[in-house]
């Protein structure tokens, strides 16, 4: 296969908040960037973060307090020093978006208009409606537009390339012609985002299927903490095709009401203080509970009411919410909203310092394919929020690494096992058609690896795991077409969800106790001696396990 | 209960010419068009072309024409009354593969039209003129817009396409931006919208972003 090399000093892969905002900063500061999206720019899915993003604009608020919820909401197991780093300089990088077009919500006085979500005795979320993301996504477009920043939409990373140890490259195809290109980069910034498309249920986006965290173990890369998948408490339960679709926080922390099929407020059964308010693993669990022992509706839901806000609320506040439901024939001013849990977030990822770093030389990260910002739980509104603090500093650091590197040729063996690899999907005869092995996939880890975990379930979803891997080296596509072929995209993404749902289960089974997103039915308790973090890494082709002391300075 | 869908099928690398294929697809209550979509591809054509990504109608790249009006395929249900839908890409783009457009052209016109913050000279100071812009900053950028101009109109497109308008209208909006933009929108021919072009293209909108103001705005 022929394929064409280009070269850039630095390499974004990944145009969500994250990546977008570190190619804007290192092109700000002079570097040659080039940026890569699996989808049409624009169309990350940070654009799908609805109610809000923390910052400590208006007080009491202050980062300190923005940090101490954000480690006790994570049950203390955060990276506190990336927390710092994070509730410090958030308030400038809200200034940059809004530099970049963005407009937050006012108050009549010009104030930010702040709400509460789960833990915040003092407001921190800002918002724009309940489509902050978009707006967010829209301003960082903008600025990279004006910057004239390179960037090729529409194109899969599938390898990075590492040469003793430093990030030399990576190499993927055009999802439009099919055809193979190579990039060499002295430094490269991973902001892939995360993987819910490996769970049945999830209100991620179509491109989040963990390519990051499969080219960062291929790498070498240490990933930590990725025992902790985030369920969203309310996701739409119904019709089938909006099933998992989001529904904003900002519903319930504006009085929005959990009820059971027989009307009971079930919330202050299991958390009579918080209520709805309660952190999004404990409402998860609630409604799981609710559920399981037959209190749900018959689309295996719990309802979310607002009928009892004036319409004028609704529209202002939760316009999208309101669309979402209007568009499937229910009228939310009126009728309550069926809901239940969502895959929503890896809290785990890469492991970074303070400035992006991983252990590969010149390979930085940012955004949800890092880890150790949110430890055992994700806030609502930190994660659009912590992009922003890391993707600016990545975009920093990896301008003052490059000072000092020269641009390095891979080796061919290595170009031609990747080309090998990328072809055999094309060229096999027989073989398994990809969505086979992702329908089973998805389901393995919904029904194993959810919101209650033990390690019968864990060591059955381990198993079935290896097997899919195993009957993925027979995936093939359906079509040889070059142009367009979304089963060879399938097969690519599929190989990637397939190890990142490994080290999830790696880590699951280690973690014997119970901690925020971690609910070991065989482990109910939280133990001091587990305030430690999981490193996940792969040696001589296999995953292993090192348990970590918590970074607290 | 089955029904008919005609979906367009065409790849710009092959010199075959267009045409509607005939799919046939079991009806589920609450099914959307990308259902429909998605049905085809894994069950009855594996080559057939199309975009998606947030299921929410909020990333903007699932637009379609069905039954010749623009929609967004994730946000849009089948009418199960209709035995026979027609799905295509969006009018008024150049087609790519199948239901794929090519946005390159779009986006050429866009960035002549500078769809950023510049010069900035002023900050937001009150909820009034923060929310001026409001209606505007809801675009996506999906171009249903675009293809929901009619046949009669479309000199409008090459000029000053409604996407490019909006963009304008949301900088005009906004007290921090510094750009002459209501001279550039007058140059590029903003005289040739009448308010009832603003209107229907409006109701086009998956955003309901008001495009009849924005063409008053820029007529003023």
């Known amino acids: 296969m022929n394929y064409k090399t280009i070269k850039t000093e630095i390499l974004v892969i990944g145009a969500g908040g994250a990546g977008l905002r570190a190619a804007v900063e290192a092109k700000k500061r002079g570097a040659d960037v080039y940026l890569i999206g699996k989808e049409v720019l624009g169309c990350a899915h940070t654009g799908m973060a609805m109610g809000g993003m923390n910052a400590a604009m208006v007080k009491p608020a202050t980062p300190a307090f923005h940090a101490q919820i954000t480690i006790e909401g994570g049950y203390f197991i955060n990276n506190y020093k990336l927390v710092k780093i994070f509730t410090d300089e958030m308030p400038a990088r809200v200034f940059d978006l809004e530099k970049y077009g963005v407009i937050f919500d006012r108050v009549d006085n010009g104030e930010f208009y702040t709400w509460a979500g789960p833990k915040q005795k003092y407001p921190l979320n800002i918002c724009v409606g309940d489509y902050t993301g978009r707006e967010m996504m829209q301003g960082l477009v903008d600025e990279a537009r004006k910057l004239k920043i390179k960037y090729t939409d529409e194109f899969f990373i599938s390898k990075l390339l590492v040469s003793d140890r430093s990030i030399i490259g990576a190499i993927g195809i055009h999802l439009k012609t099919g055809t193979l290109q190579i990039f060499l980069a002295k430094a490269v910034i991973l902001a892939t985002g995360g993987a819910g498309r490996m769970y049945e249920v999830t209100t991620n986006a179509a491109s989040n299927t963990g390519d990051g965290y499969a080219m960062a173990l291929d790498a070498g890369a240490e990933l930590v903490d990725m025992e902790m998948t985030q369920f969203h408490p309310t996701g739409m339960a119904y019709p089938p095709s909006s099933r998992g679709v989001l529904v904003t926080e900002k519903v319930r922390a504006h009085g929005g009401i959990l009820r059971n099929k027989n009307g009971e407020r079930f919330m202050k059964r299991y958390y009579p203080k918080e209520m709805e308010l309660a952190k999004r693993d404990e409402v998860s669990r609630s409604i799981y509970q609710e559920v399981s022992e037959g209190r749900g509706t018959k689309h295996s839901a719990v309802y979310l009411y607002v009928n009892h806000w004036p319409k004028e609320k609704i529209l202002e506040q939760i316009p999208d919410v309101y669309e979402q439901y209007k568009n499937v024939g229910v009228d939310i001013s009126k009728e309550p909203m069926e809901i239940y849990p969502s895959m929503h977030h890896v809290m785990g990822g890469v492991k970074i310092d303070e400035w992006g770093k991983t252990n590969i030389e010149g390979l930085f990260a940012a955004g949800e394919v890092a880890g150790g910002i949110h430890g055992a739980n994700r806030l609502g509104g930190n994660s659009v929020a912590e992009g922003q603090v890391f993707g600016r500093r990545a975009g920093m650091a990896a301008i003052k690494y490059i000072k000092s590197i020269r641009y390095q040729n891979p080796q061919r063996k290595i170009i031609g096992e990747e080309i090998q690899r990328i072809n055999a999907f094309l060229q096999k005869n027989k073989g398994i058609p990809p969505h086979e092995i992702e329908d089973a996939l998805k389901k393995t880890m919904w029904n194993n690896v959810g919101i209650f975990r033990d390690e019968k379930r864990l060591l059955k979803a381990k198993k079935e795991i290896k097997a899919l891997m195993e009957k993925a080296k027979k995936m093939r596509v359906r079509t040889r077409i070059r142009e367009r072929n979304r089963d060879l995209q399938d097969c690519l993404e599929i190989a990637n969800m397939l190890k990142t749902a490994e080290a999830v289960i790696e880590a699951a089974l280690l973690r014997k106790e119970s901690r925020g997103a971690h609910s070991r039915v065989d482990y109910p308790k939280m133990l001091d001696e587990w305030t430690k973090n999981i490193v996940v890494k792969k040696e001589n082709s296999k995953i292993v396990t090192n348990i970590v002391s918590v970074i607290t300075k | ?220």
Do not use: W
Request: proline share 6%; charged share 30%.
């Open chain 2, 1 to 220: 209960m089955k029904n008919t869908f005609l979906v367009y099928r065409y790849n710009s690398a092959k010199k075959a010419k267009p045409v509607f294929e005939s799919f046939s697809v079991p009806y589920i209550k609450g099914m959307t068009v990308l259902d429909v979509i998605q049905y085809v591809y894994k069950h009855l054509d594996p080559t057939l072309a199309f975009r998606y990504e947030c299921r929410q109608g909020i990333c903007g790249t699932c637009g379609v024409m069905l039954n010749d009006k623009p929609v967004l395929s994730c946000s849009t249900q089948i009418d199960p009354k209709n035995k026979i839908n027609t799905i295509g890409p969006l009018a008024n783009f150049p087609v790519e593969k199948d239901l794929i457009v090519d946005l390159k052209p779009v986006l050429k016109r866009y960035l002549e039209v500078k769809p950023y913050l510049d010069k900035i000279h002023n900050v937001i100071v009150t909820k009034k003129t923060a929310n001026e812009s409001k209606p505007f900053r809801k675009c996506i950028e999906c171009g249903c817009c675009i293809a929901g101009v009619v046949e009669k109109d479309k000199k409008i497109i090459d000029h000053l396409d409604p996407m490019a308008l909006v963009k304008i209208a949301r900088y005009v909006t906004d007290p921090r931006d510094g750009i002459k933009r209501k001279q550039f929108a007058k140059k590029a021919g903003i005289k040739s919208y009448s308010v009832e072009i603003g209107k229907q293209l409006s109701e086009v909108c998956p955003r309901g972003i008001p495009i009849e103001t924005a063409v008053k705005l820029l007529n003023e």
